[in-house]
């Protein structure tokens, strides 16, 4: 029976124990969400707030947890989303919805993930389209992706590229790509320029289209042999007005080089020059009076300006911005400022009390216990031969009535400062050790009252510092030292303070290498003082006055020593000359290449000579140019196709008689082809050549090694209307060139009228 009872108590104490040992949900909840358990701790405050649904405690700790529990699951889920995650981001937001259901941002990125997986395919399909270079159809995925989404990084990162493929395509211009290059003679007098321009045309395998304004009757002389067809063609147009622009690789278009045509045919460019270490307005100054470009925009918050110009402008101040825009040199200034002192204080002597003070004394005086160090009394005759006593004077001295004089003092102290400070090429460093003394000023204004205002002197070391860093690694700099100290305090009228300061300045200028260390001393100040004090007349005995004497002596000795150290950080270097030595065009073309020839064989320049009687033939006769416009006559063969030569004979359709014309010969085609000699026939009872030598009806013509061409000024003699033609019999190359037999060209008829 005992037992029983025993177990029974047992179990008792067992069920009010774990029912003692249980905490409450709410306790519980807080324990385990400052834990970091975030989810067992917002189960455990559901708990509490079912239980107790009106502690408004527990119910507004619920719903912050609930907020932040939520918030935190959503950044995460945010920071999925980013990384490219979409599962895990889901699954967040989800998570996120069911802590707490009205939770707007998890809704929006649930939202955000279709369109994220829906961007996805886009940016798939866009890079296909960039794989196979179609630039167009791709740049429209990713723009609709950036339209629904402006911060998608792929998608942005996707369209710099073709950004950036698409403005080297425009960038490059297009560039001749036939035998421009080649060699060609020319010799010509007063003769057509278009009909130059043609000849060299055929020769080079070029396409050339006349601006309208290109005038027809332009007549020119040149006589060049083996020179470069690229050269000669830019020599040709700039001693005529003329300029060109690259149509594609084998079409040029020429146009007068005016101002007007400039503005119609001329290609500009807008470039943004964002300036990093000079003042904006300084650079932009430069470029208007280098360059002399009028639109230009300046963004001084940015420090950035954008500027319209030709190309060749824009590469000219790009040039200009990178040799000027450096960054300024720096110097790090290493200084120590050492100051020494030393004070010496001797006070040796017996020091007498210098007054005694007699005063009445009163009864009150006495009552108080004024102590007296000692008193006398004075009895003297009084009136009618009486006596009188004066008991009440006093006499009175300062305790203690005798001092003596033991000290000696000596003080040293050393004051090392060293600051570092680092400054900008020709700005000021100031440094400033000691203390800032306030000073009151005090104004009275009459109807107005008193005003006070305070003000602080700098008292203590001052070094001033203006650096100059040469290209040579030196630093010139000029030094201003200023010490000073309190010597003392001076009381006003008013009750206020002033102060008499002590000062040492020195100012110097200096150059120092890179490294090398300056010392700035003899900053010495020696102040000695010695005070006497002498009991009158017993300081004067023989021996025994010094037991009278009280000596006082003062010695203040101080000595600044300032020792600078520069050390380059940066430095610029002198550019080299192929970096500041910029080629900058002519006054109309800035930046425009140079019109130059290259290097010609030996009297490459000179004119051959004419043919003598008897055959003897020339290189080219000079012709005076057609009147009439030439028609387009049947197309010979394309210059240099398959590296055959041809020869070409261009001359007018019809004529008046008794007038001059021209007739243009040409042979090219071929880079290896060797001098030669064509033979002209023409009928000389209807034409008259008119270059001198003989009028026999044919002429041969020499052409240097790689072709060249000729024109031929013919007169119509013939007073008849009629026909004639012009021709070209044979072609004989000099050795053996190893070239097919060249072709000739048909004859030209002309009319005569």
């Not at 996120?96 to 941002?105: C, G, Q």
């Not at 932009?284 to 918050?301: Q, S």
């Not at 101040?317 to 290493?334: F, G, H, T």
């Not at 005003?451 to 070391?461: E, F, I, K, Q, T």
């Amino acid at each position: 029976m005992r037992a029983q009872a025993f177990v029974l108590l047992a179990v008792l104490l067992v069920t009010f124990g774990g029912c003692a040992t249980k905490k409450e949900p709410f306790t519980e909840a807080k324990e385990l969400l400052a834990e970091g358990k975030i989810d067992m701790g917002l189960a455990s405050l559901e708990e509490a707030a079912r239980k107790e649904p009106d502690n408004l405690q527990i119910r507004a700790m619920l719903a912050r947890q609930r907020e932040a529990i939520a918030a935190r699951h959503v950044l995460d889920a945010d920071s999925a989303r980013s990384r490219g995650n979409l599962p895990a981001a889901e699954q967040g937001y989800r998570r996120a919805l069911e802590i707490n259901p009205d939770k707007e941002r998890a809704q929006e990125g649930l939202a955000g993930l279709d369109m994220d997986r829906r961007h996805v395919d886009l940016l798939k399909r866009a890079e296909e389209l960039m794989a196979r270079k179609d630039y167009a159809a791709a740049e429209h995925e990713l723009r609709t992706v950036l339209q629904e989404n402006p911060n998608q990084k792929d998608a942005r990162r996707f369209l710099h590229q073709i950004t950036e493929i698409e403005f080297q395509a425009e960038k490059v211009s297009p560039a001749l790509k036939t035998a421009y290059k080649k060699p060609v003679t020319l010799e010509f007098r007063d003769a057509g320029l278009k009909s130059i321009f043609e000849i060299m045309a055929r020769t080079a395998g070029i396409n050339v289209v006349f601006d309208k304004d290109v005038r027809q009757d332009t007549k020119t002389s040149i006589f060049v042999r083996d020179t470069n067809v690229e050269d000669v063609f830019k020599l040709l147009l700039m001693t005529n007005q003329l300029t060109h622009k690259v149509l594609n690789e084998n079409s040029v278009l020429i146009y007068p080089n005016t101002p007007a045509k400039q503005k119609e045919y001329q290609e500009l460019a807008v470039r943004s020059f964002y300036v990093v270490n000079t003042d904006v307005k300084q650079i932009v100054a430069m470029v208007r009076g280098l360059v002399k470009t009028k639109d230009m925009h300046v963004d001084e918050r940015l420090n950035l300006f954008v500027m319209k110009d030709t190309p060749d402008a824009i590469r000219l101040v790009e040039r200009l911005v990178a040799v000027n825009d450096l960054a300024d040199p720096e110097v790090m200034l290493e200084v120590e400022v050492l100051e020494i002192r030393r004070d010496l204080l001797r006070n040796l002597g017996f020091q007498y009390p210098d007054q005694v003070q007699i005063s009445m004394l009163t009864a009150a005086t006495a009552a108080a216990g004024v102590p007296i160090p000692g008193d006398f009394r004075i009895s003297s005759a009084g009136v009618n031969g009486g006596t009188s006593t004066i008991d009440n004077l006093t006499a009175i001295i300062k305790n203690p009535a005798l001092i003596i004089n033991l000290k000696q003092t000596e003080q040293i102290v050393n004051v090392l400062a060293n600051p570092r400070i680092r400054v900008k090429n020709r700005e000021k460093a100031k440094i400033l050790i000691g203390d800032k003394v306030p000073v009151v000023t005090t104004t009275a204004t009459a109807n107005v009252g008193v005003a006070s205002s305070v003000s602080y002197l700098d008292v203590g070391l001052k070094l001033d510092v203006e650096s100059t860093i040469t290209l040579q690694d030196e630093v010139s700099m000029k030094v201003s030292l200023e010490v000073s100290n309190i010597v003392k305090e001076i009381t006003i009228a008013n009750g206020g303070l002033a102060y008499q300061v002590g000062t040492r300045t020195a100012s110097t200028t200096l150059a120092l290498k890179d490294g090398e260390t300056q010392i700035l001393a003899g900053l010495i100040s020696d102040d000695e003082r010695a005070n006497l004090i002498k009991v009158p007349g017993l300081a004067e005995l023989p021996y025994l006055g010094k037991l009278f004497t009280s000596k006082n002596f003062t010695r203040n000795k101080t000595e600044i020593a300032l020792l600078i150290t520069p050390r380059i950080v940066r430095n610029i270097s002198r550019p080299a000359r192929i970096d500041s030595d910029l080629h900058f065009g002519t006054e109309n073309a800035v930046g425009a290449r140079p019109v130059t020839l290259k290097k010609n064989q030996p009297h490459s320049l000179a004119m051959s000579s004419s043919g003598a009687a008897g055959g003897a033939g020339f290189a080219a006769q000079a012709a005076v140019p057609m009147d009439e416009p030439r028609p387009p006559r049947e197309r010979e063969p394309e210059a240099g196709a398959g590296g055959v030569p041809v020869v070409t004979l261009v001359g007018p359709e019809q004529v008046l008689a008794d007038k001059e014309f021209a007739v243009s010969v040409s042979l090219g085609g071929s880079d290896s082809l060797p001098p030669a000699e064509l033979e002209l026939s023409y009928d000389a009872s209807a034409l008259e050549l008119l270059d001198g030598g003989e009028k026999s009806g044919s002429r041969t013509l020499k052409m240097g090694k790689g072709g060249g061409g000729a024109e031929l000024r013919f007169k119509a003699v013939s007073q008849k209307p009629g026909t004639t033609q012009v021709s070209i019999k044979g072609v004989t190359l000099q050795g053996d060139s190893g070239l097919p037999e060249i072709p000739l060209p048909p004859a030209i008829s002309i009319d005569i009228r």
